[in-house]
């Protein structure tokens, strides 16, 4: 009788075993999920530079476009602004203090290839620009400017996170102009796609800038996106887009070229 019990038992404390096994493994992994998703906050901002050098009663303009933008890009959920290069380094560390990392980031205010000019000689600048020309004279930057190189050192020592799904729009005029540009460096500073615009953007005049245009006929808006060690610049082909639209095209090419480097065999599947 006890050698026919015994299997029986035996089973049964295997069965528990494994029960209670798979139970704490599965809670442990519930519980694990549970945190990382609590622990996931990822918030995407709207940053727009409100003063402008050469018209500084457009300050008020700049306001109104912030306010449409947040009104209607679903994406946009933190609108602020910035007032000189430094403000926006400081700007995106407390940012990225209050949250897990910056999702989208959109950029807004008077700019060319150089970078972002804002006051006069306080902006946000390539590495390369070394002095503010304005009526034929030469201005040192002021001490309130910031180049690429400080995005660069506060996303390398953490103080600035961005997710792995980010996307920047530099939304301003020439951002992507020629072969070296401010748009090309934020993406080399954050290792994030970048998208800018190779011509002038009218924020001036139509404050229907956000959500309804990125910009007017006849712009021609690039992506830098970092593939590996190389970089691809990718014409978005739209005279006209809207900043959301711009986004998910990038994202479905960095999806595309992801699924590209996927053997064959495993894509059938």
């Known amino acids: ?6 299997p029986v038992l035996n089973k049964i404390v295997v069965l528990i075993f494994f029960l209670l096994n798979f139970n704490l493994t599965n809670s442990q992994s519930l519980n694990y999920v549970l945190n990382q998703n609590a622990a996931s906050q990822i918030e995407d901002v709207v940053l727009i530079g409100i003063d402008h050098p050469y018209y500084p ?11 449409s933008l947040i009104y209607k890009s679903s994406f946009i959920q933190n609108k602020k602004t910035f007032s000189s290069g430094q403000d926006l380094i400081n700007k995106l560390i407390v940012i990225t203090q209050n949250c ?3 999702g989208n980031l959109v950029i807004l205010g008077h700019s060319g290839y150089q970078g972002y000019f804002v006051k006069y000689n ?10 503010y020309h304005h009526n034929g004279k030469v201005i040192p930057l002021d001490k309130m400017a910031s180049r690429v190189s400080d995005l660069r050192r506060a996303v390398a020592e953490r103080k600035i996170v961005f997710s792995d799904t980010s996307i920047i729009v530099l939304a301003g005029c020439n951002t992507a102009f020629g072969e070296d540009n401010i748009a090309l460096d934020v993406m080399l500073a954050t290792n994030v ?8 953007v009218d924020l001036f005049h139509g404050l229907n800038f956000g959500e309804d245009m990125l910009g007017v006929e006849q712009k021609t808006f690039y992506a830098y996106i970092p593939d ?3 970089i691809i610049k990718y014409d978005l082909c739209h005279p006209s887009i809207t900043i959301t639209e711009a986004i998910k095209i990038v994202k479905k090419k960095q999806e595309l070229l992801e699924l590209s480097k996927v053997p064959l065999v495993y894509r059938m599947f």
Do not use: H, W
């Open 228 to 230: 590996g060690d190389s």
């Open 100 to 102: 897990d990392a910056i």
């Open 122 to 131: 306080a902006g946000f600048y390539r590495d390369e620009y070394e002095f």
């Open 193 to 200: 796609p970048v998208i800018g615009s190779n011509q002038r």
């Open 57 to 67: 009663l457009d300050n008020k303009t700049f306001s109104k476009i912030a306010d």
């Open 1 to 6: 009788m006890r050698a026919s019990i015994c």
